[in-house]
């Protein structure tokens, strides 16, 4: 039997639920199954834990990281820096993170209660100019004694930790739940759907699947408007170099780490901000999920899929499983409009003038 008290946070790193969807899914008409995986419940709040311990103990195995000396210098868009943050803590080495402006002040809190530095840095920057986040670390790291990048955007341990852990988690989940009467089952994942920012979380995700599971699985990624991630390039032409809102997913470069190989990738669907919060939405009311802004991006991609003409013959089938990859969590984005809105501008329930009602005979 495994130990139950674990060593420290990094032992509650990964294992999170994969979740039935059924009430979006019946809203949306579809026949087959919805299964959320929900990474805000691993121990640093996002899928990015994963990889961020995973860089630092294969840095560590290679002998690269020197606890007291060592200062871990990376660019990222928040939740790759918290799990490097959390790691480092706990190992002993500093941290540096380099943060475009647009990702949120509840980011920033948690890496600096974590112990890390933040350089903040413009957003419209592009990837390879001296003054983005990937151009400032890289200057930080040329000057600052045992500076070390892990590079998420190239370092292997980056799809390897979604292909050693993520994916095997969501098939064990999937082939040990029994298909039943009221909840057919086809015993295996038939569709798999992730935002991609570095693209590690779908190039892992799908190496795993096909690798092991089933090698007919569709792989589908999802990438917001503005960003140039999807394949082929015609996806993104009238749309490059917009802002969006939506944090942690597209980008102006391709990273090494993402394959957009159609055999790893089968399909892409551009979303845009106003989708992805609609669906976070749904994703809370409906099913109580704390998710953040991401997460909607990945559930209206896998809609959307789902209504194409491949799609719907999936979604019309009992038993087959769809998976949404859902990265990060609510409490990463508080602060930000778009959540406010949403949670303090909702339309008032009915229960809202029963309230007033009562508040005003007393
Ligand atoms: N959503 C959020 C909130 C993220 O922080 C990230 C990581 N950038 C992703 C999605 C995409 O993950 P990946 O980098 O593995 O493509």
């Not at 004694?145 to 988690?169: K, M, V």
């Amino acid at each position: 039997m495994s130990p139950r008290i674990l060593e420290n946070a990094l032992g509650a790193v990964g294992n999170t639920p994969l979740i039935r969807l059924d009430k979006i899914a019946k809203q949306n008409g579809l026949k087959c199954n919805l299964l959320g995986k929900v990474e805000y419940m691993s121990a640093g709040g996002s899928v990015k834990d994963r990889i961020a311990k995973a860089m630092v103990e294969a840095a560590e195995e290679e002998g690269k990281l020197i606890p007291g000396k060592s200062v871990v210098i990376e660019p990222t868009s928040g939740n790759t820096g918290i799990g490097l943050a959390m790691a480092c803590a706990i190992k002993g080495y500093s941290v540096i993170i380099t943060l475009p402006n647009k990702m949120s002040l509840e980011k920033e809190a948690a890496l600096r209660a974590l112990g890390a530095e933040v350089v903040r840095t413009p957003t419209e920057a592009a990837w390879d100019a001296p003054e983005s986040h990937i151009g400032v670390a890289q200057r930080l790291q040329r000057e600052i004694p045992y500076g070390i990048i892990l590079d998420q955007y190239r370092n292997i341990n980056n799809p390897l930790a979604h292909e050693y852990t993520t994916g095997p988690e969501i098939i064990d989940a999937v082939v040990s739940t029994p298909s039943t009467t009221c909840r057919p089952s086809s015993g295996k994942i038939d569709v798999i759907v992730a935002g991609a920012g570095t693209g590690g979380t779908i190039t892992g995700l799908s190496r795993a699947i096909k690798k092991t599971h089933n090698k007919g699985c569709i792989v589908v990624a999802v990438d917001p408007r503005g960003s140039i991630l999807a394949y082929p390039d015609e996806l993104n032409l009238s749309d490059e170099g917009k802002q969006y809102t939506v944090e942690g997913i597209g980008y102006d470069f391709i990273p090494d780490v993402l394959s957009r190989d159609p055999s790893d990738i089968n399909s892409w669907i551009k979303s845009s901000d106003e989708e992805a919060f609609a669906a976070v939405q749904a994703l809370m009311r409906k099913e109580g999920l704390l998710v953040g802004g991401s997460s909607g991006s990945a559930l209206s991609g896998a809609l959307k899929w789902l209504q194409s003409t491949q799609g719907q013959s999936v979604a019309q089938m009992e038993g087959m499983n769809v998976v949404v990859l859902l990265p990060d969590g609510i409490r990463n984005y508080m602060s930000k409009p778009w959540f406010l809105k949403m949670a303090m501008e909702a339309e008032p329930s009915p229960l809202a003038s029963i309230i007033a009602n009562v508040l005003h005979e007393t």
